[in-house]
């Protein structure tokens, strides 16, 4: 078989496993895989080529993707369809393996339902980790390894300083990473975007913790963490081939407020893109693979339309129309543990 390889999307730490696993495996049951550039970009523009084992190897730890990313979608662009199933046909591919986030794989999904229908399977890839079906998503490991480093980091100096530190991370419509970093590195308030809130709130407890003794706060907010009665921060009016705008902007919001509001001195930080790259963590390095793996299984079985997904540590795979569309949110009971534990230290006076 040929099987044509895309990344699509926000890039992330470990998307290289999944690329060298899916090469290996294909090329050891007798396929030939065919590398296209800069994810659904690259089926438009026919930027095909093949991969062989022997480019893949050592690649397994690097971030970013060998294959180069884009944020394109052929459904919104005048014949972009038809020249991908034209490219498609005439590079003979036999299906298409989609490695990315909810955009990558709606378009994955879209393909399957053409009329001249293109099989496609789709690998969860996203540091957000907010798509449907699975316990998680290339790249979300590695996150909230570089996340709560940051924590770690912006505590110390926000102890020495007694300073209020608000640490932004990335998390678009779901909140995981902010959560799990801040409830990792011990954060005394979470702002996700399930859950919006009021600088109120958000002033009342690092006064909390100065009346309890406590003369620093560290406080983690996710770049779509919404403040009740303000306009969500945006970095741009521009908005991407699937309507996104660039986010950024909640930390330093925030800061202000605090800061005006309280007079404690308050610094903000955008940790951004350092959350995407560098070498993935071996929970990373080994999820990719085995999707990878999966992956190639599921396009030999024909298991179509569909995306390898994690389920409480088994390898699976859901139809696409239920992984897309939808975010999955935070999970609640592991926010109302970390709210609960940081309301009962705040009130509680230092040592
Ligand atoms: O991949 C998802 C994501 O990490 C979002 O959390 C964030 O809003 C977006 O990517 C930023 O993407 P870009 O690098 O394209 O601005």
Redesign the pocket.
Known sequence: MKIGLLTG??D?CGINAAIRAIVIKAADDGHQVIGIRNGWAGTIEGWFSEITPEAVSGILPRGGTMLGTS?TNPFRMEGAVEKLQRNYEEAGMDAIVAVG?DDTLGVAHRINALEEAIPAVGVPQ???NDVSGTDFAIGFHSAVEIATEAVDRLMTTAESHSRIMVLEV???DAGHVALAAGVAGGADLILVPEHSFTVEEVVDTVKQRRDAGRTFSLIVAA?GAKPKGVEQATVSEKT?AFG?V??GGVADFLANEVEGRTGFETRSMNLG?LQ?GGASTPFDRILATQFGYAAVEMVERGEYDRMVAIQGNQITSVPLEEAIGKTRPVDEALYRMANDLYRLGRMRPAA
């Open positions: 999307g926000g992330s944020r986030g996203t540091i957000d990335m998390g678009r770049e991407d996104h660039r986010l893109h995407r």
